[in-house]
């Protein structure tokens, strides 16, 4: 199996377990920030977070500087 190979793999079974992640929370996330914040907080990046939610990367990291000043 190749370095792409094998890159590639990692990804997909990053995205697989904060999908199953997403689904297992008891309190599930309504909002996007929420499941941002989850997303995150579970080490996805913001192009991969955008990627699952089907928004922009910028968008991803607007919401997490807001969380940020939120809670900071």
Avoid: H, Q, W
Avoid at 11 to 32: C, F, Q, W, Y
Avoid at 49 to 67: F, R, T
């Amino acid at each position: 199996m190749s370095e792409t190979e094998k890159d590639i793999l990692k990804r997909i079974d990053s995205k697989l377990g904060a999908l199953i992640a997403l689904e297992m929370v008891e309190d599930k996330p309504n909002t996007n920030r929420e499941k941002i914040k989850l997303l995150s907080d579970l080490g996805l990046s913001y192009n991969e977070i955008a990627s699952i939610l089907n928004v922009k990367p910028g968008y991803v990291s607007k919401e997490k500087a807001l969380l940020k000043k939120k809670n900071g």
